[in-house]
């Protein structure tokens, strides 16, 4: 999925922003964010009065295109 993920960002450069955190060193971090299980996404609108999505586990990367062109 990693891979799906860099091709995404590119794909999206000037729409969208991808950072990738590791969680073993950023432990804290990922612990605030609640994050139990890898992959875990999470989709931030740039509207603050929308909710943040958030997936875990492997997802097409169809799902994931949806998610940025109609729910951001």
Known sequence: M???IEMLA?????????????TD???EFAK???VRGLPTL????P???KDAI?????IPMDMIR?????EL
């Open 2 to 4: 990693a891979q799906d």
């Open 32 to 34: 605030d964010m609640q």
């Open 47 to 49: 509207d603050q009065n």
């Open 10 to 22: 590119v794909e999206y450069e000037d729409n969208a922003l991808f950072v990738k955190v590791d």
């Open 54 to 58: 958030r997936t875990e586990g492997l």
């Open 66 to 70: 949806n998610i940025i062109d109609n």
């Open 25 to 27: 060193d950023e432990y």
């Open 42 to 45: 999470y989709f931030f609108s």
